[in-house]
Nanobody, 123 residues
Framework: QVQLVESGGGLVQAGGSLRLSCAAS????????MAWFRQPPGKEREFVAAITWSGDNTYYVDSVKGRFTISRDNAKNTVYLQMNSLKPEDTAVYYC????????????????WGQGTQVTVSS
């Protein structure tokens, strides 16, 4: 059973940056592809970014390409989401997720979820 704990959320002005972290425990971290999803207020959960177990491949939703970077440190059992040039529409609860095998942009493909961290971007 994998446990995921996100951190790093907060309040930031538009144009600012935040780095989210997701620490994993209870499993073999480098067996898992990892992803970040977000749920804006009043909306459904949506895919943000994913990374393979090795970190060699990444995938982003179009709206964050060029602004967000997903990375991982398998020695620290941690995945990161560096968010730059933040916009008010990035406001959401951000969740990290893990699944065995390859990346996916579909939330129902992921087996393990963190509790979420709030990101609020003010205009």
């Amino acid at each position: 059973q994998v446990q995921l704990v996100e951190s790093g959320g907060g309040l930031v002005q538009a144009g600012g940056s935040l780095r989210l972290s997701c620490a994993a425990s209870g499993g073999t971290f480098d067996n898992y592809a990892m992803a970040w999803f977000r749920q804006p207020p009043g909306k459904e959960r949506e895919f943000v970014a994913a990374i393979t177990w090795s970190g060699d491949n990444t995938y982003y939703v179009d709206s964050v390409k060029g602004r967000f970077t997903i990375s991982r440190d398998n020695a620290k059992n941690t995945v990161y989401l560096q968010m730059n040039s933040l916009k008010p529409e990035d406001t959401a609860v951000y969740y990290c997720a893990a699944r065995e095998f390859g990346m996916s942009s579909k939330w129902h493909d992921y087996d393990y979820w963190g509790q979420g961290t709030q990101v609020t971007v003010s205009s």
